[in-house]
């Protein structure tokens, strides 16, 4: 007859991967026990290194160990064991720490009425303690919490979860225990209201699979702030058209210099804080694509990518080349106009010496100067394919870059290979090409195309005729 266990059973949390098995369980004053070993090591050995730590930290250090023994005062052991599995000296970790398993704690009574340190059959053992154990539960690795949160602009908060499903994360947002918020979704996407501003409001996800549900995490936002006052100029798009908007939202990396900046207000130059503002204003303008360049991939993967699809967009991101490559650009295109059906990308460096690309540089080539200065460049050039939600309407062929300036090249250099380098990608059958034609003016426009797919300008309050390029403007 086994001996009854004082005390309630408590978990002990098995994440298991290939290659190891981690073990995590609450001890006694709310003091937490971890072990990670090999996967394929035997059961009996890490069960034999538990009770050694279990040893330790009852004593807080192994020196007190040492000491309490020659003094010939009893220290404390522990057995491990476990418990509902049948076990053989070849089990493994793997095969022992299964759903359901138990692992038993005790230590051992060293003055035993007996004389042994096991207790006799029936007795109650107060200091032995069951954990079940729960393996690979759904769990939330870590949140991203904006820095800086804004009302009336959507906020993302994002998730890096384990063993859950992704869109089945429970979000809650409270303001003093009383909840304003709730969604379910792999990541929190939501607008605060005007009159929370100056609240600090606290964040709860709980991971889930299925009917499993893992532990809650919590994490709290800034105070709220009011948006910075700013006059707007919304043009109205005439019926039949669409916009472009195209946006250098300058990425966090080349901010951390001020002196690059005088003029800039600190606050401007911190990426959340600027980040909300450029998404406040993609709202305004509501165009149906964006082309964003100097995008940090965090702030992709964090920002952009989870609010614009909250709004109604999908997205795509092409990260330059080089080891500078934290940034690139990104395309969205609002689901209500377009989709898109192909995507590709090309870092122009990296195909300047590639011989499926040599008519793309074409007479550059041949200028050694210039041509050091083209192998330097990670600009990449990002193309999607959009097609219409009207079927009858043509589709479209956008392409996305940054282009690069240095003053040992021609203007028109910059330019060049990035619209061969369109041509290049644009080869395909002519049933999947679109005929229409886009002329950007200037830089971070908003542009009008008609529906047609025949021509567009770079001047908001413009929508007929072709304007002319200026090289001293620049353009992305």
Not at 42 to 58: F, Q
Not at 386 to 406: C, F, G, Q, R
Request: glycine share 6%; aromatic share 8%.
């Amino acid at each position: 007859m086994a001996a009854r266990l004082g005390g309630a059973a408590q978990r002990c949390v098995v994440r298991a991967v290939e290659d190891f098995v981690e073990l995590t369980f609450m001890w006694r004053n709310g003091e937490t026990i971890g072990a990670r070993r090999p996967s394929a090591e035997s059961v009996e050995k890490t069960l034999h290194r538990l009770a050694l730590t279990l040893t330790k930290r009852l004593t807080a250090l192994e020196g007190n160990v040492k000491k309490k023994a020659r003094r010939g005062a009893a220290v404390p052991t522990f057995a491990v064991s476990i418990e509902s599995v049948e076990m053989t000296k070849e089990t493994t970790n793997w095969e022992a720490f299964v759903d359901g398993a138990v692992l038993r704690v005790q230590q051992l009574a060293v003055d035993a009425p007996d004389g042994s340190s096991e207790p006799a059959a029936g007795d109650v053992v107060p200091n032995a303690t069951a954990y079940t154990c729960v393996r690979n539960p759904p769990a939330v690795l870590s949140l991203h919490v904006p820095s800086t949160v804004f009302t009336g602009v959507p906020v993302a908060v994002t998730s890096a979860l384990e063993f859950a499903n992704s869109d089945d994360a429970q979000w809650i947002v409270t303001r003093n225990h009383h909840t304003v918020y709730k969604a379910q979704a792999r990541d929190l996407v939501f607008c605060p209201d005007p009159d929370l501003v100056g609240e600090v409001l606290q964040v709860v996800c709980t991971p889930c699979r299925g009917d499993t549900v893992g532990d809650a995490v919590e994490a709290t936002l800034p105070a709220i702030q009011q948006l910075p006052p700013r006059p707007w100029i919304n043009p109205s798009i005439p019926a039949g058209w669409q916009s472009i908007v195209s946006w250098n939202v300058l990425a966090d990396a080349y901010t951390r210099q001020p002196e690059i900046f005088p003029y800039v207000e600190p606050p401007f130059l911190r990426k959340d804080y600027r980040g909300h503002l450029v998404i406040d204003e993609l709202r305004t303008y509501d165009a149906a694509v964006c082309c964003l360049q100097e995008v940090d991939l965090t702030s992709f993967d964090r920002s952009f990518q989870p609010v614009m699809a909250e709004l109604g967009y999908t997205g795509t991101f092409a990260v330059k080349g080089g080891a500078d490559g934290v940034e690139g650009c990104a395309i969205f295109a609002k689901n209500s106009a377009f989709r898109i059906v192909t995507e590709q990308s090309l870092v122009l460096s990296e195909a300047y010496d590639d011989p499926q690309f040599t008519d793309l540089f074409g007479p550059y080539a041949t200028w050694t100067e210039q041509a050091e200065i083209f192998r330097m460049v990670s600009t990449v050039c990002q193309l999607v394919h959009l097609e219409s939600a009207d079927a009858e309407k043509t589709p479209l062929i956008v392409l996305n870059t940054h282009l690069y300036y240095h003053r040992k090249t021609r203007v028109h250099a910059h330019c060049a290979p990035a619209m061969k380098a369109a041509h290049f990608m644009i080869r395909r059958p002519a049933s999947t090409r679109s005929s229409c034609q886009v002329h950007s003016h200037g830089c971070n426009t908003q542009m009008g195309i008609k529906d047609s797919g025949s021509r567009c300008t770079g001047r908001p309050d413009h929508f007929s005729g072709r304007p002319q390029f200026d090289a001293r403007n620049g353009c992305d």
